[in-house]
């Protein structure tokens, strides 16, 4: 995505939005409800006329693909015909794109579908009408795979199947994925990078490591340790800020890593090592806080109003 802007009337609801999501890795799209992510993947995928900007695959627009499910497959919304089987639906699907028929059974067995294929879509759990609607993207076997929402629905079971399932497509057959997320905490174990929006802007964008390492990269770092006095003084002696109360110093403005390397150089033994600022969610809410269109107030803040 380029320069990616669009409002509706007064709502702007994605501004100059810049990002890139590689092969190989689950990149997670994340960002609290109305921050602008479908409108972003309603555009990537030649749906919406952006007011501004371009997004591409490989430099070329959606609309320019010259074999368009070959190369994206997209689950936005999950709509079937009540009354067809799943089969049929990947069937009719098959000879809409020229693809042989036996496509269909092929992806029902890869979204573990195959015994519910000759079933009524209409009578599917919600669980597997997703999966059927990822069955659909997967049909032309696709270098990138888009899913907005795709764990909605899911029971933790599936939660996990599908987490398996798009890491093997990123890691072994070096797809590209972008999944989008209004929780953090539901695509925590599944995204290797993060595109963070809020209010249809880029909030942050790079690893989970970089994310969990704090909001500056480097953090406040908490070590309990029987050595602690002597560790302390070693910190201490090249400028590092350290506190210690009870065994535990608290360091700051480093990594774990970082601590980790020392102690180990310095011979000294670890009992706990940790960030300090290792509440993702907390980091999420800290980045995306005060972006979300549609609010509520915080119980704190109405409290103060009383
Ligand atoms: N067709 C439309 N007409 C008018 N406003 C729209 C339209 N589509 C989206 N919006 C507005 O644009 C903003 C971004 O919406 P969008 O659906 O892209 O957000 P989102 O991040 O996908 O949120 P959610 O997680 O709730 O789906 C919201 O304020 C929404 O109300």
């Not at 749906?47 to 430099?59: E, H, I, K």
């Not at 997209?74 to 990947?90: D, K």
């Not at 000879?95 to 036996?102: D, K, Q």
């Not at 029987?226 to 535990?248: I, K, M, N, W």
């Amino acid at each position: 995505m380029h320069g990616l802007s669009k409002s509706f009337g007064r709502v702007q609801a994605v501004s100059d939005l810049s990002f890139t999501v590689e092969p190989g890795s689950v990149t997670g799209f994340l960002g609290p409800n109305g921050a602008g992510k479908t409108t972003t993947l309603r555009m990537l995928l030649g749906l919406m006329q952006p007011d501004s900007g371009t997004a591409t695959f490989d430099g070329a627009p959606y609309t320019t693909l010259t074999a368009p499910l070959r190369t994206v497959g997209a689950v936005l919304e999950t709509a079937f015909h009540p009354a067809r089987s799943g089969r049929n639906h990947l069937r009719v699907y098959c000879r809409a794109a020229g693809f042989p028929l036996s496509r269909a059974d092929e992806v029902l067995a890869q979204v573990g579908l195959a015994d519910a294929g000759n079933r009524r879509a209409g009578g599917y759990s919600l669980g597997m009408r997703q999966r059927l609607a990822l069955a659909t993207a997967l049909l032309g076997d696709p270098a990138v795979l888009v899913l907005d929402e795709p764990a909605n629905g899911l029971d933790p079971e599936g939660i996990q199947w599908l987490r398996g399932f798009l890491r093997h497509l990123a890691h072994d057959l070096g797809r590209t994925v972008l999944v989008s997320s209004h929780l953090l905490s539901e695509v925590e174990q599944t995204v290797d990078r993060v595109v963070i929006v809020g209010a249809g802007r880029l909030v942050r964008e790079g690893s989970m490591d970089q994310l969990r390492s704090g909001a500056d990269g480097a953090g406040t770092v908490l070590v309990r340790s029987p050595e602690a006095a002597r560790f302390a003084d070693l910190l201490r002696a090249d400028g590092t800020g350290v506190t210690s109360q009870d065994g535990v110093l608290t360091v700051t403005g480093t990594t774990p890593a970082e601590v980790g390397r020392r102690a180990f150089a310095a011979g000294i033994e670890l009992h706990e090592l940790r960030s300090r600022t290792s509440g993702l969610e907390a980091i999420y809410f800290q980045l995306t806080g005060g972006s979300e269109q549609f609010a509520a107030p915080s119980p704190v803040a109405q409290e103060a109003t009383r």
